[in-house]
Each structure stands twice: as structure tokens, then as C-alpha cells.
């Protein structure tokens, strides 16, 4: 219809051109009053779309700030350092992968005892192992499969299928207690390694089987015990009763491979002398041994009292550290960060350093050395601590182990072992401390006959 009862669309049309008619003749009314027209942007609506994009920034900042601040005061400490990151001088614009390489192939290695001691060596913490999971490790120059059964029980068998040598955790599933090769759907029990199932198969032959490393789990670890003979465990590592009973949580833990044979890293434990030098200067100066000693950090320094001992009796494959911190600033000290560690190791890879402060609360940092090849060390600080305790100060503790472990990093990776070294009355411990260890050393404990120079990282 046209007249006067037209569709209800063209009235809305018509009305709307009679807005927009008014608003340009006022438009031209204050030009013609001589103000200022409005500016486009404002006209077009822009200030709107302006305040709320800059919402969504701020919105944007703010929640990235909440999840900072969040993971800084309530999540574990996770950091994981890879083999180059830590130790190496990168100059003349070589990366740090390359330094390190080049110190591999370059540095003398000296007269070093066997590589491999017998003993506990961490694989995994326990709470990246669901049920179900598969996971690779490379272990004292082997390669294992960690598997968790559906009851859950870890397990630890060799990786590669006796049948044609698939890996069985790359790919393999977890079948009630068994693993599953995935080339071919053997099955192999984690209880003894014998396989019970080839699906394609009539009769299982009863030789199939791989190799079942013995393993523990306690103190919320996975370890897995090593001895040349194929002898079997002579001792156990001892649980913290704290972390068991939930009174101790996990707040954290840190990674590094260290380019070194592994008595030296334990080893450092009786060299007093070390600390006075190498640990004095302040957290501030770093980890890079060229610039700790910087004049502008020196008002800020620790001081250590260490004794070190060897355990008896059936205890023998432990010893005993204990460590008195002291920090002062200006050279003015301060009682209430003063700190008393026990260090107890047990075996050549497991070590507890207990903390027990009057404001600060207690804890356990786990110290694991676990030998990857020859010459190359997975160590790993895992803290445990009072679960009442803020999150923040078990976490500072583990940054600050891990910057004064990091100085130590530097020299381990460059350094030549010595096997007859030059002592001073003073490092009388250290000989004492070789002594100790040569217990994890046996008649046929394997050797390093040569150094390979492919494997990069």
C-alpha cells in the first residue's frame, strides 16, 4: 500500500531520515554560530570502541599479572635446565650449544674411576606417572621403559622388544600390569619381564622376556637400583616419614646435566675449602664465575662451617654432612636467616638436606645424581616441605640452592678429574671422602675405554 496506512518499514525509514535531517541542520546551525564541528572519529563512534579496547588490554594485563602472581605464591618451582644452558662461556659469537660441544671434545678427562657405581638412581618423580603412562629414560647408558600397571605400580623394564627391537616406550601401551610393544602387540609383565601374550601367536615361547630393573618408589620418587654383578639390593633408601604422612608437600625442583664423571658432584660434600670461595659472594653476583666476585655485590656475602663423615656399621653406605650458614650485609649479621643443614647421602646418588629453622619452618631438599652416559649426570633438587609454610619461602630456598649448585655446575663441566691430586693438610677430608666411596665400586664395574665425539646437543 501508499498511502497513509503504508507498510510500518517506511514510516521507519521516513523517520529516520528525519533524524538524520535534524542532526546535520544543527550541525549546520553551530557552524554557522561559529563552533567547532564535531571531530569524524567522534561522529563515528570511535571514543566507545577506543575506551573498550583499551578495557580489553588493561583486562588482558591484569590476568596475565593474576596468573603471574599466582604461580609465583601457590605452583610448584619447575625448572629444568637442558645439557648446554649452565656452565659454559659462549664468546666470538658461538652458541652455547656449540661452546659446549667444543669442551666435550677438547677437555682431557683424566684417570677416572669406573662410571657406573652400584646403587639407587632416580628415573622419575612419581607424580608425572599416571596410571597407564609410558615414559623413555636414558640410564646409565641404557635405555629403559617406566611404566605405571592399572594397579598402580611402577615399573622399569629395558626398552628395546627382544622380538625386533621396537621401543617399547615410544608408542607402547599399558595393559592391566603388562606393557604392549606397539610393532607387534607382545605383551611383557612388569613384574619379571616375561611376555605372556603374542596375539598372532599359538604358544608363547618361554624364553621371550625382557630385562626387569629393580625398582622402589618412596618419597614420591621412582628409583631404580644398579649393580655390575646383577646383585641384588643390599640396602633401601630411607622414606622421610613427613613426606608420607602429607605433613611435607611438594613445592618444586630443578634440572641439570652436568659434563662430569659422578664422584666428582658428591665429592664437593668434603671439600670445605671450596665453599669459603667459591659460595662466599652473595646470590645477587650470580652464577657466571667471571663476575661473582664483582665489587658492586660485595657487601653482600655467606659464610659456611662444614664438617663432613662417613657413616658405620650397617649404615655404611651413608655419610653425613653438616652445614652452618651464615649471612652477613655491610658485614653487619643477620641471626634470622642463619640456617643449620644435615646433609645425609645415601649410596653415590641419593642425598637429604634436611632444613629445621625457627621462622623459616622445615623441610628436605632431594639432591639425585643419576648417570645418564659416562660422563654425563642428570641432577635433580626436589623440595618437600611444610605444607603451612607459604609456598614462597620453600621456593626462594630452592632458587637459592640452585644458584649457588649452578656456580658449581661452571667447574665441574670444564674441569680434568685428578686422580692423585695435590692436597694440603686441610683437604685431608676429600681423600677420606674417596675412601668412602669406593665401596660402590666392584671388580667388574664398568670403565670408560673411550670418549665418543658424535653426540651433540
Same mark, same amino acid.
Given at each position: 500500500?501508499?498511502?497513509?496506512?503504508?507498510?510500518?518499514?517506511?514510516?521507519?525509514?521516513?523517520?529516520?531520515?528525519?533524524?538524520?535531517?535534524?542532526?546535520?541542520?544543527?550541525?549546520?546551525?553551530?557552524?554557522?554560530?561559529?563552533?567547532?564541528?564535531?571531530?569524524?572519529?567522534r561522529?563515528?563512534?570511535?571514543?566507545?570502541?577506543?575506551?573498550?579496547?583499551a578495557?580489553c588490554?588493561?583486562?588482558?594485563?591484569?590476568?596475565?599479572?593474576?596468573?603471574?602472581?599466582r604461580?609465583?605464591?601457590?605452583?610448584?618451582?619447575?625448572?629444568?635446565?637442558?645439557?648446554?644452558?649452565?656452565?659454559?662461556?659462549?664468546?666470538?659469537?658461538?652458541?652455547?650449544?656449540?661452546?659446549?660441544?667444543?669442551?666435550?671434545?677438547?677437555?682431557?678427562?683424566?684417570?677416572?674411576?669406573?662410571?657406573?657405581?652400584?646403587?639407587?638412581?632416580?628415573?622419575?618423580?612419581?607424580?608425572?606417572?599416571?596410571?597407564?603412562?609410558?615414559?623413555?629414560?636414558?640410564?646409565?647408558?641404557?635405555?629403559?621403559?617406566?611404566?605405571?600397571?592399572?594397579?598402580?605400580?611402577?615399573?622399569?623394564?629395558?626398552?628395546?622388544?627382544?622380538?625386533?627391537?621396537?621401543?617399547?616406550?615410544?608408542?607402547?601401551?599399558?595393559v592391566?600390569?603388562?606393557?604392549?610393544?606397539?610393532?607387534?602387540?607382545?605383551?611383557?609383565?612388569?613384574?619379571?619381564?616375561?611376555?605372556?601374550?603374542?596375539?598372532?601367536?599359538?604358544?608363547?615361547?618361554?624364553?621371550?622376556?625382557?630385562r626387569?630393573?629393580p625398582?622402589?618408589?618412596?618419597?614420591?620418587?621412582?628409583?631404580?637400583?644398579?649393580?655390575?654383578?646383577?646383585?641384588?639390593?643390599?640396602?633401601t633408601?630411607p622414606?622421610?616419614?613427613?613426606?608420607?604422612?602429607?605433613?611435607?608437600?611438594?613445592?618444586?625442583?630443578?634440572?641439570?646435566?652436568?659434563?662430569?664423571?659422578?664422584?666428582?658432584?658428591?665429592?664437593?660434600?668434603a671439600?670445605?675449602?671450596h665453599?669459603?670461595?667459591?659460595?662466599?659472594?652473595?646470590?645477587?653476583?650470580?652464577?657466571d %664465575? +667471571?663476575?661473582?666476585? #664483582?665489587?658492586?655485590?660485595?657487601? @653482600?656475602?655467606? /659464610?659456611?662451617?662444614?664438617?663432613? *663423615? &662417613?657413616?658405620t656399621?650397617?649404615?655404611?653406605?651413608?655419610?653425613r654432612?653438616?652445614?652452618?650458614?651464615?649471612?652477613?650485609?655491610?658485614?653487619?649479621?643477620?641471626?634470622?636467616?642463619?640456617?643449620?643443614?644435615?646433609a645425609?647421602?645415601?649410596?653415590?646418588?641419593?642425598v637429604? %638436606? +634436611?632444613?629445621?629453622? #625457627?621462622?623459616?619452618?622445615?623441610? @628436605?631438599?632431594? /639432591?639425585?645424581?643419576?648417570?645418564? *652416559? &659416562?660422563?654425563?649426570?642428570?641432577?635433580?633438587?626436589?623440595?618437600?616441605?611444610?605444607?603451612?609454610v607459604?609456598?614462597?619461602?620453600?621456593?626462594?630456598?630452592?632458587?637459592?640452592?640452585?644458584?649457588?649448585?649452578?656456580?658449581?655446575?661452571?667447574?665441574?663441566?670444564?674441569?680434568?678429574?685428578?686422580?692423585k691430586?695435590?692436597?694440603?693438610?686441610?683437604?685431608?677430608?676429600?681423600?677420606?671422602?674417596?675412601?668412602w666411596?669406593?665401596?660402590?665400586?666392584?671388580?667388574?664395574?664398568?670403565?670408560?675405554?673411550?670418549?665418543?665425539?658424535?653426540?651433540d646437543f
Open positions: 500500500m501508499d498511502g497513509a496506512g503504508g507498510h510500518p518499514s517506511r514510516w521507519r525509514c521516513a523517520a529516520a531520515a528525519a533524524v538524520l535531517g535534524a542532526a546535520a541542520a544543527g550541525a549546520t546551525l553551530r557552524v554557522d554560530a561559529g563552533e567547532p564541528p564535531d571531530p569524524l572519529w561522529r563515528a563512534g570511535l571514543p566507545g570502541a577506543a575506551a573498550r579496547a578495557a588490554v588493561l583486562a588482558g594485563l591484569a590476568l596475565l599479572a593474576l596468573g603471574w602472581l604461580r609465583l605464591l601457590f605452583c610448584p618451582l619447575e625448572l629444568l635446565r637442558a645439557p648446554e644452558d649452565v656452565g659454559y662461556v659462549a664468546e666470538g659469537g658461538r652458541t652455547r650449544a656449540r661452546a659446549a660441544n667444543e669442551v666435550r671434545r677438547r677437555r682431557k678427562t683424566g684417570a677416572l674411576p669406573p662410571v657406573y657405581p652400584n646403587g639407587w638412581y632416580r628415573l622419575l618423580d612419581s607424580h608425572v606417572l599416571g596410571r597407564g603412562d609410558v615414559r623413555s629414560v636414558s640410564v646409565l647408558g641404557e635405555q629403559v621403559a617406566v611404566f605405571r600397571g592399572q594397579d598402580g605400580k611402577a615399573y622399569v623394564v629395558d626398552a628395546y622388544c627382544p622380538h625386533l627391537g621396537a621401543n617399547l616406550a615410544v608408542g607402547g601401551r599399558v592391566g600390569g603388562c606393557i604392549e610393544c606397539p610393532f607387534h602387540g607382545w605383551q611383557f609383565q612388569g613384574e619379571d619381564g616375561k611376555c605372556v601374550k603374542v596375539p598372532y601367536a599359538e604358544k608363547v615361547p618361554e624364553f621371550a622376556k625382557v626387569c630393573w625398582s622402589h618408589e618412596v618419597n614420591g620418587q621412582i628409583l631404580v637400583w644398579f649393580h655390575c654383578d646383577g646383585a641384588d639390593p643390599a640396602w633408601v622414606e622421610q616419614e613427613e613426606i608420607t604422612r602429607g605433613e611435607w608437600v611438594y613445592r618444586g625442583r630443578t634440572e641439570h646435566f652436568i659434563n662430569a664423571h659422578i664422584q666428582e658432584i658428591p665429592e664437593n660434600a671439600d670445605a675449602a665453599l669459603a670461595h667459591l659460595h662466599t659472594p652473595g646470590l645477587v653476583s650470580g652464577v %664465575l +667471571r663476575y661473582t666476585n #664483582s665489587k658492586t655485590w660485595e657487601f @653482600v656475602k655467606h /659464610h659456611w662451617k662444614v664438617q663432613w *663423615e &662417613p657413616e656399621g650397617p649404615t655404611q653406605h651413608c655419610s654432612m653438616l652445614v652452618k650458614h651464615a649471612l652477613t650485609v655491610f658485614g653487619r649479621h643477620w641471626p634470622l636467616l642463619d640456617v643449620d643443614v644435615v645425609r647421602q645415601v649410596g653415590p646418588g641419593v637429604f %638436606l +634436611r632444613f629445621d629453622h #625457627s621462622f623459616l619452618g622445615r623441610g @628436605v631438599i632431594m /639432591h639425585c645424581v643419576t648417570p645418564v *652416559e &659416562p660422563l654425563l649426570q642428570c641432577v635433580s633438587h626436589a623440595i618437600f616441605y611444610q605444607a603451612n607459604p609456598p614462597l619461602v620453600p621456593k626462594f630456598i630452592l632458587q637459592a640452592e640452585r644458584i649457588q649448585f649452578e656456580r658449581d655446575v661452571m667447574i665441574w663441566n670444564n674441569k680434568k678429574y685428578i686422580s691430586p695435590l692436597l694440603v693438610k686441610e683437604d685431608s677430608a676429600i681423600l677420606k671422602h674417596r675412601r666411596y669406593s665401596q660402590f665400586y666392584s671388580e667388574n664395574s664398568p670403565r670408560l675405554r673411550y670418549q665418543s665425539d658424535t653426540l
